[in-house]
């Protein structure tokens, strides 16, 4: 795998891996970031554009 690849600043794992914080809270908020990011991208990507609605088959 590339380097340029592995070493995204925007991914969540890479602003948690270079912590010093045990596994269980480094997953923690892993899972908590991913459960805000996801619904907030289908909210602002998806449910307020025409172009998305129509590509993924939504009432316009």
Known sequence: MPQ???Q???DPECF???WS???AVA???LVT??????PA???LLVRRTRV???LFGMRV
Not at 33 to 38: E, H
């Open 4 to 6: 340029w690849l592995r």
């Open 8 to 10: 995204r600043a925007s």
């Open 16 to 18: 948690v891996v270079g």
């Open 21 to 23: 914080a045990p596994i």
């Open 27 to 29: 997953y923690a908020v």
């Open 33 to 38: 970031i991913s459960l805000v990011l996801t």
């Open 41 to 43: 991208a289908y909210d």
């Open 52 to 54: 998305t609605r129509f």
